[in-house]
């Protein structure tokens, strides 16, 4: 395992936050964030706990919450560029980091209080999450979608850095295409 097991689920929650904004696939036109309930499902999915007020204010601040996080994946090469978003994130994050114990994960950090906004917390997480990877020297685990056609973010937690296409089906799409072509139809 590249990392902790918390800043694993970490990045990849905030890779599938930054996935539901539309992309540029044909079949990933439609937005899946637009709805209270539509962020109730992320979160219940994803295994979130503590705050979730269900309202407009929520659901915008964490749409406009991906772009930001996009734009970790986007300066993947660049070490100082990342940690400039990171610090940006942290700060109006009001990030406060408490180490603490609890459930099985060992010793960990929480950044912010559960009772925290939603969006900010989700926020934070990313941003402590990329710190780790920064630290690690391992950014170029955060890659956006080897498909021509799309611009979905993945984060790659194989052990032989492997992983190329997001998981939004293109691997097994260009798999099926490179197979019928060979088929010759
Ligand atoms: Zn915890
Ligand atoms: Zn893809």
Same mark, same amino acid.
């Given at each position: 395992m590249?990392f902790a097991h918390d800043t694993?689920?970490?990045?990849r929650?905030?890779a599938?936050?930054?996935?539901t904004?539309?992309?540029?696939?044909?079949?990933r036109?439609v937005?899946?964030?637009s709805?209270?309930?539509?962020?109730?499902e992320?979160y219940?999915?994803?295994?979130w706990t503590?705050?979730?007020?269900?309202?407009?204010? $929520?659901?915008?601040?964490a749409r406009?919450?991906?772009?930001?996080?996009?734009?970790l994946w986007?300066?993947?090469d660049?070490?100082h560029?990342?940690a400039d978003l990171?610090? $940006?994130l942290?700060?109006?994050g009001?990030?406060?980091?408490?180490l603490?114990?609890?459930?099985?994960y060992?010793w960990h950090?929480?950044a912010?209080?559960g009772?925290a906004?939603f969006?900010?917390r989700m926020?934070v997480e990313?941003?402590?999450?990329?710190v780790d990877?920064?630290?690690a020297?391992?950014l170029?685990r955060?890659?956006?979608?080897?498909?021509?056609?799309c611009?979905?973010?993945?984060v790659d937690?194989?052990?032989n850095r492997s992983?190329?296409?997001?998981d939004?089906?293109?691997?097994?799409r260009?798999?099926?295409?490179?197979?019928r072509?060979?088929?010759g139809?």
């Open positions: 590249a694993d689920i970490a990045l929650t905030a599938a936050v930054v996935n904004a539309p992309g540029t696939r044909a079949d036109a937005d899946t964030l709805t209270a309930e539509s962020l109730q992320f219940e999915t994803w295994g503590g705050r979730l007020d269900g309202d407009a204010s $929520e659901l915008e601040q406009a919450l991906r772009g930001r996080l996009r734009a986007l300066a993947a660049d070490a560029a990342v990171v610090n $940006e942290l700060r109006t009001h990030a406060l980091p408490q603490v114990e609890h459930g099985e060992g950090i929480h912010t209080d009772d906004p969006a900010r926020q990313a941003a402590m999450a990329v990877v920064i630290r020297g391992e170029s955060l890659r956006v979608c080897a498909a021509d056609d611009d979905d973010v993945l937690l194989s052990r992983k190329r296409y997001c939004s089906g293109c691997g097994n260009l798999a099926a295409a490179a197979y072509s060979r088929q139809g």
